[in-house]
């Protein structure tokens, strides 16, 4: 039976392993991808309510992020 040196099978086994292995990885950073944009998603939802809930109370505003103060947005069609 005719074989390949064992340096050589040794290499090709190598590069199998480390294929395989960026392979998983991938597969794990494509899971991990999709639970991160489901989040995210409810996060968006979430600031959505909230200014829902602000504009309801406070009508439209832009809020200061840092201090919590706020101007109202003048309404177009009113000027």
Do not use: C, P
Not at 1 to 13: C, F, G, R, V
Not at 25 to 35: C, I, P, S, T, V
């Amino acid at each position: 039976m005719l074989k390949i040196k064992q340096e050589e099978l040794d290499a090709i086994n190598s590069q199998h392993r480390e294929s395989s292995s960026i392979i998983n990885q991938l597969g794990w950073l494509e899971a991990k991808k999709h639970e991160l944009l489901h989040k995210f998603a409810k996060v968006n939802a979430g600031i959505e309510d909230t200014k829902k809930d602000l504009e309801n109370t406070y009508g439209q505003i832009n809020v200061n992020l840092e201090t919590g103060e706020y101007t109202k947005i003048e309404d177009e069609q009113s000027n």
